[in-house]
């Protein structure tokens, strides 16, 4: 099971930290990632941390804004997002995944809005 939290309003410029609270012993082995759906939009690739941190991938949009990261002692999967803009606009949702691909289940996901 993922719980996220952490979203909100902002305004352009700002910044969150989004938190993926996960159950399961195996949480540590899993790579994980983050995922948003603006309005109208499909879902999309965010980020993603393999199982210790050692390795992470971002998309386009988001490179040098986002980090992503991670403490497997709380089973939580963090994602810093800085100089935030309105096109961030979107429900986030964190995920397992394999490369930048969901599997299994999604949390019910948390509102960022960025005004402008």
């Known amino acids: 099971q993922l719980v996220e939290s952490g979203g909100g309003l902002v305004q352009t410029g700002g910044s969150l930290r989004l938190s993926c609270a996960a159950s399961?012993?195996?949480?540590?082995?899993?790579?994980m990632g983050w995922f948003r759906q603006a309005p109208g939009k499909e879902r999309e690739f965010v980020a993603a941390i393999n199982w210790n941190g050692g390795n992470t991938d971002y998309a386009d949009p988001v490179k040098g804004r986002f980090t992503i990261s991670r403490d497997n002692a709380k089973y939580t999967v963090f994602l810093q997002m800085n100089n935030l803009k309105p096109e961030d606009t979107a429900v986030y949702y964190c995920?397992?995944?394999?490369?930048?691909?969901?599997?299994?289940?999604w949390g019910q996901g948390t509102q960022v809005t960025v005004s402008s």
């Open positions: 995920a397992q995944v394999v490369g930048r691909s969901p599997i299994g289940s």
């Open positions: 399961g012993r195996t949480f540590s082995i899993y790579r």
